[in-house]
């Protein structure tokens, strides 16, 4: 059913490497941003506790943020391209399934996402004076969680947009203002009751919250409705991009 | 001698909203022929190609490819069959080898890699990005990756559109050599030469619907029966002569630098002209400056059957 999954997931990964900045965009700015942001806040950190917490905290989540809708602008950017200009639609007339052509591009986004947030935690070691040690492998499944279903929305989004060329703006349009009312910046409880309303109907609201608990340790459990609207926004997408994705 | 269909295709129909694009087509393909689709752009032909393909579904008619319904059997059929799309690109970067080694590892069983890239004259272009390609190589590596599992019915869609005349002649070498290989071939093009050259028969499709279907040699016989012969002579008698000949027409032809020299236009629907022609020449022992043929094309038969040229907008 999945034929030459790995095949296309290898070559797709080996093709965006000879892309240029390909790699560095992807996993080298993250990490150097996270990095330089690190160092900037370094002397104040011990004697500052607000930035004590934006370092010890928020500044993971939200890098962890960053990765994922990255991921998916990337994802949004290269389906819209590999249609325009009729590759998908080549692949789709050779023995791989639909599916396995879709899910060979999701699996390459997550092994650069994994990467990133390796590189992140080595640098974070490295180069961070608070010592943190968050648990690993929570915020990992947090995060792959997160991105996948973030991702499911991206392919909604990748069967509206028209041209490749209007992708990636499209795409941030759809997905920075979600990251304004996910309540990383603003506290869910300091907006207004309407905007409350729209941030909770947003998935990204979910993943920071998801994301934020994993960080700190909180149980799977108390995050059980987080991973629950995850799951129905990945559902719900999955399902509707099968109707309505658009091959060429 | 009976053949075999390897392709039927009936009542075969396709709308984009209010836009017929196939209209009620019927034809069949025989097992070892190339079969060309002709016709102007945006006549049908890719829709219909891609319905028998299994890559877009009719909205009615049947079609069978080896036994299958492609549209449910879209890849038991592909095991079996090769397919080169219209437009086609692939990843900017694949290297040639690598596209050939993913094709390989979806099929079942593959001819060898080298002798195919050797075949179609790619081997030294097996580390090379895919973007760096010449329109002709790109299409040789699309028609590599449509051979790749030794398909019994190969499929190739406007496959020499955009490229200079000497890659054509080159492309259409190969897909002589598919045929000498036992495979069957159903092409579609926009270029009466390309069908008169290459098709053992071909369909005339214009708007959807299918007009005609024969060998290049048959239609031109049918529908544009007349033949034509350009004679240059001195001698004044000639036209005279010639005009006594039974179903003939001649007429002077367009003034060339001297009057004396002008063309007579014999024409005639007899396919014996050229000997009547000739006869009565030497009977007359008229002397020829010159004498040329015209013999109608696939070209002629477009326009005469559907009433507009193949080169303009329909």
Known sequence: MFRGLLNLTWLEIKIFMREPLGFLGTVGMPVLLFVVLGRSFGGSVNSNARVREFVGEDLPVLAAVFMAIGAVLSLVTIIAIYRESGILKRLRATPLRPHTILTAHVLVKLVFTA????LMAAAGRRFYPVALDPPWLSFATALLL??????????LVASLVPTARFAQPIGAIIFYPMLGLSGLFVPLQSMPPAVQTIAHALPLTYAVSLLRGAWLGEPWLAHIWDLAALAAVFVVCTALSARVFRWE | MTRTAVIEVSGLSKRYGTTVAVD???FEVYDGEIFGLIGPNGAGKTTTMECVEGVRTPDAGRVKVLGFDPARDQYRLQQRIGVQLQEAHLQKRIKVGEAISLWASLYKSVVNHDQLLAQLGLSEKRNAWFMTLSGGQKQRLFIALALINDPEVVFLDELTTGLDPQARHAIWDLVRSIRTRGKTVFLTTHLMEEAERLCDRVAIIDRGRIIDIDTPSGLVRRHCPQRSVLLTT????????????PGVTVTRGDAVDNPLMMPLVIRGDAHDLMTSVIQCLADHQIRVIDFQTMVPTLEDVFLKVTGHSIRGTS
Not at chain 1, 115 to 118: A, R, S, V
Not at chain 1, 146 to 155: A, P, R
Not at chain 2, 234 to 245: K, M, N, P, Q, V
């Open chain 1, 146 to 155: 997160s991105t996948v279903s973030i991702m499911s929305v991206g392919f």
């Open chain 2, 234 to 245: 001195e001698d004044s008698r000639a036209e005279e002569h010639l005009g006594t000949l």
């Open chain 1, 115 to 118: 990467l990133t947030l390796i």
């Open chain 2, 24 to 26: 009620d087509v019927s």
